[in-house]
């Protein structure tokens, strides 16, 4: 743990952690409290269909808010973006009708803050390149810590006698937390990556469009878990039961991130991604042979460790293989395709879930998987850039940009 505490003396460090951490917990709780929320109208099919407008409309406009923001930085969408979100939360709170909810939940995705995608970027100006694993793998651990109390407040709040508190809480959190990073000073001075002068057209980048194809599969077999979750659980009378399934996978997540953080420098991104990738999918298998009791709980907590790590390994590859000038926009543009998947995995999850089965759902996740890690092994010629070690010249050169950046 030695190298975290030396990361942590990185001045901004700090800064990036807490800042945007009460944001990051309403992004965990807002899936769950739209869906208890709408539940209220006696149907999960369409809870699960708010949650994937809710989701479509967030990942659609993601690569264009990603690319503006490399365009003319990240102050002003976020000070647009996050009060808009927070008022729609309390405009979803105090619907009753269905189809107002359905409305209101999609257009609460349309104003989305880019929280996470203003983050990772900061990243490079806050420590050296040869920190940025560490770096990513802090980042992974505090949006896996969101994830954790995210659904916990939601469930908890949602369930107890002022179920309305859920989506009033979650709007009071993301006021704080992303109020905080648009009023940071890394923030504010963040300047957009030099544009190259034959910029390529980023659909024409064939890395990004191998990491397209393999982000539609998991981003449906994603969207399908996390609605068939909360179904199983309350198709079989225990909904409480959801919060510490997903508190189990959440914390493992935060010890998977920290583990991939600690992979050796000498195992390329692209190695160490593959690899856990493989076992990512040997892991998931169970999956849908579980029940809403310990057995789910231990599955989602073994799916966390190792996605955990995998979160890491895949910010580096994406770092190692994306276009010059487009540190958020490639993000964003990949979030729009696998966030559009989500929508559908979601809204299809209640479907499956209400008219076949739940377990029938899950096992769709572990399909996904598999594709996805045959789509990577496939194509891994195209993530080349991925599979090399920098030389000591390059990490001295990387280590002078940042310098520069910083002064």
Request: aromatic share 10%; charged share 15%.
């Amino acid at each position: 743990m030695k190298r975290y505490i030396e990361l942590f003396r990185f001045p901004n460090v700090w800064v990036l952690v807490l800042s945007a951490f009460p944001a990051r917990v309403a992004y965990g709780m807002v899936g769950l409290a739209i869906f208890f929320k709408v539940s209220s109208t006696q149907s999960i099919a369409i809870a699960g269909l708010a949650i994937g407008l809710n989701a479509a409309a967030g990942s659609f406009t993601a690569g264009i808010r990603g690319s503006l923001m490399d365009k003319y930085g990240m102050k002003w969408p976020l000070r647009i973006l996050v009060p808009g979100y927070a008022a729609m939360m309390i405009a979803l709170n105090m619907s009753h009708d269905r189809t107002t909810m359905l409305i209101l939940a999609f257009f609460m995705g349309l104003s989305a803050p880019p929280i996470n995608l203003s983050v990772r970027p900061l990243w490079r100006d806050a420590v050296s390149d040869d920190w940025l694993r560490t770096a990513y793998a802090v980042d992974t651990a505090v949006m896996s810590a969101a994830g954790v109390i995210g659904p916990v407040v939601a469930t908890t709040l949602a369930l107890s006698s002022h179920p309305g508190s859920a989506l009033i809480t979650s709007a009071i959190f993301m006021l704080t937390g992303g109020g905080s990073l648009a009023m940071t000073k890394i923030a504010r001075g963040w300047i957009p990556e030099k544009q190259p002068e034959k910029k390529v057209a980023m659909w024409r980048h064939k890395p990004l469009q191998l990491l397209v194809i393999e982000g539609c599969f998991i981003g449906f077999g994603w969207g399908v878990f996390d609605v068939a979750v909360p179904a199983f659980a309350k198709l079989e009378g225990v909904p409480q039961r959801t919060a510490w399934i997903f508190t189990a996978m959440g914390i493992a997540n935060i010890v998977g991130g920290l583990l991939g953080g600690l992979v050796s420098k000498k195992t390329t991104p692209l190695g160490a991604l593959r690899k856990t990738y493989f076992i990512w999918f040997i892991v998931s298998i169970p999956i849908a042979f579980t029940y809403p009791d310990w057995s789910m709980a231990i599955g989602g907590a073994l799916l966390g460790l190792v996605g955990g790590a995998i979160q890491v390994f895949y910010w580096e590859v994406m770092e190692a293989v994306r276009p010059q000038g487009s540190p958020s926009g490639m993000m964003g543009w990949l979030w729009t395709i696998e966030g559009t998947l989500m929508s559908i995995g979601s809204a299809s999850g209640g479907w499956i879930s209400e008219s076949y089965s739940p377990s029938l759902a899950l096992g769709i996740t572990t399909i996904c998987i598999g594709v996805g890690f045959t789509i990577l092994t496939i194509g891994r010629g195209r993530l080349s850039a991925a599979n090399k070690l920098p030389t000591d010249e390059e990490d001295l050169a990387a280590m002078k940009d940042n310098a520069t950046t910083n002064q």
